[in-house]
């Protein structure tokens, strides 16, 4: 799927031997690049073919450079937007504002119901996210079960495509980096494959991995894997 078809040369990591970015005017989002929540702004943001248009300021997050918390953001967190001389953040929020704000596709239905149910789905999200997390730490595989199951059978509640709500929008955009970093996680660590009996999520995967504008911003499967072992301390 050609959505977001626009390439571009990926910028340096910033860190903290780096200078600041000269603060002109210019439209600016600053990520990290193996960070899930950077990632759902930075598909957005392709999404719209807005590479032209903002700027992507990649942060070291182990090793930030000072000026980013004292002349950009003081929550000091990625991802944030500067644009208009303010600077805002939150991932789903940057989301939204980018569909809204500037040109592009737009990635949220005119549909009232389908409208209702993304907003069901996008505050689902950090409890979806937070049954995963829990589960590498503790036995919780019923939990993380129940919560893939109930994507499973929300992926069949529109019959007029593969995703969430039939057609592309920003609700796959807020699961994808998740799930990108959960499947090959869980299949190494726990020997699961979480779309296993679950053929809409599968299809789902698969029909996400066609769209230029999120293929440009994954990272290699054993990168994340790793990252995700020394976050949570799994012994393998």
Known sequence: MAIGSVQEVLPTVLDSTSLPPLFDGTTRLYVSYTCPYSQRVWITRNCKCLQSKIQLVPIDLQNRPTWYKEKVYPENKVPSLEHNNQVRGESIELMKYLDTHFKGPSLFPNDPTKREFAEELLSYTDTFNKTVFTSFKEEAEKAVGAALDHLEDTLSKFDDGPFFLGQFSLVDI??????????????????????????????????????????????????????????????V
């Open 174 to 235: 807020a699961y994808a980096p998740f799930i990108e970093r959960f499947r090959p996680f869980i299949l190494q660590v726990k020997k699961y494959d979480i779309t296993t009996g679950r053929p809409k999520l599968a299809a789902w995967i698969e029909e996400m991995n066609k769209i230029e504008a999120y293929k440009q911003t994954q990272r290699d499967p054993e990168e994340l894997v790793e990252i995700y072992k020394k976050r949570f301390l799994v012994q």
